[in-house]
């Protein structure tokens, strides 16, 4: 009997042991090779797999090397120093190929039209990071399928209604006041001018514009969940740059339980803000900031059909999507606003052409809803740095089943780039002055600007587009018009121009400007 029992439990070890060798050989190497002959069947480049790392190595090593150096000042031809693989990958293999990062294929599609396809494709959505205490980098509607989106979407849509977003200008403009003042406090004790790393003062901006607008009576609480979500970012973005290994996410190391600690933290701080605001919510009071006007809809819509899945949402998605309010509400347009100041100081005409625009429109009065829409240089201005310096350099997607785009038969577990920034270079879509500042080039509309769907996608496209487009340039706007009303820039000596990717487009040394008192 012992020796049955026995021989029992080592053919259950055994066969163990050979599961899960077989699956390792599996994810480390027959699976790669399998997805590498399609890709190459469907006339993708790319370099053969290597074990486990792929082109991460090299891909890393370029990146560095690429750092260590700034640019010419007077050159907005980026991509070489942004994203020196994809640079490097399109003169070995053209503009479409795949990388490996580690045993997962990630595939570079170039064709504006095929962008636009892929971007209208419900089934192609961005995969939940696999790190679970990283999700902020992925959370809200774009990690989401189906009904599940369409439910999250119609929830979020009132929260970013123009008409809404009007209410919000009030809160915008006193966080800049705020920022400004602190400028001329600068700016009067150097006799007129002086020196401004002006990318912590942007940062800490659109920080204040989110937590007023996001949580307006719990504006302290909101500033307090920022500077979390800020650690949590660089965290994530450490490991989104080292191998995934199974299982290394339990691991009591030193960057876990610290990410684990905050993930925590912010998840009970933004249990209280919706706790408290629900109760006023049922009380008939409620603010109008973002969260008040997502939670009203969701009880509106929670009593109208009761609490059915996928028709409402739950306490944790709630507080996945005011996670998103600061990744996508602060990142992107702090970056944009750093870009359009440091691109305005190099090209002085256009500062005085917007400045003109602002002083006719506003004279030295604070910005209205109203105003915001005749500043249509100021418009152009900003979509030319979207173009040039977009906050995003690159859309990721994910084929979780075996999809058709347009002659391209992909399989599931291949990863999809979208090259924003390579996109809107492209000298074929935008003409030989494609890396030039132009402005004027958005005279008549985007649509007229490019010569194709999908060649302007700073804020993504398609129905998964960013809800919080509008909501980003209002805000860049009035930011812009309230600067250009008290200050003139230039660049200081110091200026370093060096873009760098941290997940979103930012100058890697500062924004070193020199601000004088109009």
């Known amino acids: 009997m012992e020796v049955t029992v026995s021989s029992i439990v080592t053919s259950i070890a055994l066969v163990t042991l050979l599961t899960c060798a077989w699956r390792v050989v599996n994810w480390v190497w027959l699976r790669p090779k399998q997805l590498e002959k399609w890709l190459r069947e469907q006339g993708f480049k790319g370099n053969p797999y290597k074990v486990l790392y792929g082109d991460t190595k090299e891909m890393t090593s370029m990146t560095r090397e690429s750092r260590s150096k700034p640019m010419d000042t007077s050159s907005d031809d980026i991509i070489p120093r942004v994203l020196p693989s994809h640079h490097h990958s399109v003169h070995l293999h053209g503009k479409d190929y795949f990388q490996w990062m580690g045993p997962i294929p990630r595939v570079n599609i170039a064709n504006p039209k095929l962008i636009k396809e892929i971007l209208f494709n419900y089934e192609i959505f961005q995969k939940p990071r696999r790190n679970p205490l990283g999700r902020l980098l992925v959370s809200g509607v774009l990690s989401l399928e189906g009904d599940k989106w369409v439910m999250h979407r119609n929830l979020l ?17 006193s966080s800049c006041s705020e920022m400004i003042s602190k400028w001329e406090v600068l700016v009067s004790s150097t006799k007129g001018s002086c020196e401004v790393d002006v990318r912590s003062y942007l940062d800490n901006l659109t920080a204040d514009v989110i937590s007023r607008t996001a949580f307006g009576s719990n504006y302290e609480e909101g500033k307090r969940i920022f500077q979390l979500q800020k650690e949590q970012t660089s965290l994530t973005i450490q490991l989104m740059q080292s191998i995934y290994i199974p299982g290394w996410r339990f691991l009591p190391t030193k ?37 008040g006007i997502l939670l009203k809809t969701n009880l509106k819509e929670i009593q109208e059909k009761g609490n059915k899945k996928n028709i409402t949402m739950t306490t944790e998605e709630v507080i996945e999507e005011c996670k998103l309010f600061y990744l996508a509400g602060q990142e992107t347009t702090s970056a944009l606003l750093v870009w359009t100041m440091i691109l305005l100081s ?24 109203d105003g915001l829409n005749q500043l249509k240089t100021m418009t152009m201005i900003l979509y030319e740095v979207l173009r040039l310096y977009p906050p995003a350099v690159v859309l990721s997607r994910t084929i979780h089943k075996k999809t058709k785009v347009g002659e391209l038969v992909l399989p599931p577990g291949v990863e999809l780039l979208l090259p924003i920034l390579a996109t809107h270079h492209d000298h074929e879509i935008w003409g030989k002055d494609a890396s030039e500042f132009k402005p004027e080039r958005f005279s008549e509309g985007v649509t007229k600007a490019t010569k194709g769907p999908g060649a302007f996608i700073p804020f993504s496209g398609g129905p998964r587009i960013c809800i919080g487009q509008n909501f980003s340039m209002v805000e860049a706007k009035i930011a812009l018009a309230m600067i250009l009303q008290c200050f003139s820039f230039q660049l200081s000596p110091s200026y370093v121009h060096a873009p760098v990717l941290f997940l979103t487009l930012n100058p890697q040394h500062g924004a070193h400007l020199i601000l004088q008192k109009i």
């Open 157 to 173: 849509n009132p929260a970013f209604h123009l008409e809404k977003l009007k209410h919000m200008v009030p809160a915008m403009c």
């Open 255 to 291: 960057t876990n339980m610290r990410m684990k600690a905050i993930y925590c933290e912010v998840g009970d701080l933004l249990s209280n803000i919706i706790n408290k605001r629900e109760r006023m919510i049922k009380e008939n009071d409620g603010d109008d900031d973002l969260l």
């Open 346 to 369: 190099k090209y002085q005409k256009w500062q005085a052409l917007a400045r003109e625009e602002v002083l006719a429109v506003f004279g030295d009065k604070k910005p209205d809803s």
